[in-house]
């Protein structure tokens, strides 16, 4: 167990431009978040899926955005016509549901800069 | 809506003290309660995580507490080190929907 991992760790873009991140949870967990964090504040809620299924998405989340689970394992989120606003560490973390007390486990997060 | 809240927001102590962070939230219907640590650029670490019907919880130099109450949660470091500088923030993970709603952090600087 490797714990969560995120790739790209860096990720400079042009404005404009399409980027997709990954998000491999730890192996056993059933629930994945993908939150954005910008510099000195917390962590903000995008969407979670339990297994496969997208079961909440934030406002934050705007029709630029999309979140994939397709097997329940590893998560993509993906950011079209990327604004120089969507700049800012993307966040994953895993837990498993079906413990009786959750505990969230993150990876080292993506830092995005749209230029 | 949950809010949650982190006090002070900076704090700046020399090396060897004992010291103590703040986390308050308005809304007491939590699942539970994650303190973590980042450092900068990097990610989160979990340092301890208390259950709603819990009380404390130790590790190390470490000892969180909940008074679900009152909503509030301390984190306790006992005998600080510079490598203890760091980001500290606080999480509730809340009962209705499984979401973790955060404090914007501590910004914790030890200085040697």
């Known amino acids: 167990d490797t714990g969560v991992s995120q790739n790209p760790r860096h990720k400079i873009t042009k404005r404009g431009q399409n980027v997709t991140f990954r998000c491999d949870p730890i192996s056993e967990h059933n629930r994945l978040y993908w939150y954005r964090q910008t510099l000195g504040q917390g962590p903000e809620f995008l969407t979670y899926f339990q297994n496969e299924a997208q079961l909440e998405k934030s406002r934050l989340l705007s029709d630029r955005f999309s979140a994939e689970r397709p097997k329940g394992s590893f998560s993509t989120l993906e950011i079209q016509r990327t604004e120089q606003g969507d700049s800012a560490m993307y966040l994953c973390?895993?837990?498993?549901?079906?413990?009786?007390?959750?505990?969230?486990?993150f990876g080292q997060g993506t830092r995005l800069t749209v230029v | 809506k949950q809010e949650v809240t982190q006090i002070p927001a900076a704090l700046s102590v020399p090396e060897g003290e004992n010291l103590v962070l703040n986390c308050s939230f308005t809304d007491s219907a939590i699942y539970n309660l994650q303190w973590f640590r980042q450092d900068p650029g990097k990610g989160l670490t979990s340092l301890l995580l208390?259950?709603?019907s819990q009380r404390e919880q130790t590790s190390g130099r470490l000892n969180a507490s909940l008074d679900k109450s009152s909503g509030r949660s301390t984190l306790y470091i006992a005998a600080s080190q510079p490598g203890d500088s760091a980001t500290y923030l606080c999480?509730?993970?809340?009962?209705?929907?499984?979401?973790?709603?955060w404090g914007a952090g501590t910004k914790l600087i030890i200085k040697p």
């Open positions: 999480a509730v993970l809340m009962d209705s929907n499984y979401q973790l709603i």
């Open positions: 973390a895993s837990s498993n549901r079906d413990r009786g007390y959750p505990e969230a486990f």
């Open positions: 208390i259950q709603s």
